[in-house]
């Protein structure tokens, strides 16, 4: 079983990354105001594709910690550390295949998401 002190230092990373997480969005948005409406707008437009890719690479990190903690809690550390390098390898693989083709084709992605939306 784990001490208290074990766990408290695994919950204030924890909680410390939810803070971040929910702040994103507020912190984005102070930063433009002074810019205009539009730019508070384009920041409200955006920051919920960001929020949907976090939640989504949250969730894949919650269910590998889940797995992990599976394998170490009936002592096969090698087979923990096996599901590990696959999680890291299968997230390394899908924010590569977001991102390039986010890259590659931004404008048109841009275009079929948000629409004709105008320009600042």
Do not use: H, W
């Not at 991102?99 to 048109?108: A, H, K, M, N, V």
């Amino acid at each position: 079983m784990y001490t208290k002190e074990q766990l408290r230092r695994l919950l204030i990373p924890l909680m410390f990354e939810q803070v971040l997480t929910a702040l994103m969005g507020s912190v984005d948005t102070i930063m433009v105001t002074n810019i205009g409406s539009a730019a508070i707008s384009a920041v409200s437009l955006v920051d919920s594709l960001n929020i949907l890719i976090i939640n989504i690479f949250a969730a894949m990190a919650t269910g590998g910690a889940i797995i992990c903690a599976q394998y170490l809690g009936s002592n096969q550390k090698e087979k923990a550390n096996q599901a590990l390098k696959q999680l890291i390898f299968s997230i390394t693989l899908i924010s590569l295949l977001i991102t390039l083709p986010c890259i590659l084709f931004r404008r048109p992605l841009l275009s079929l998401i948000f629409g004709s939306v105008e320009k600042m």
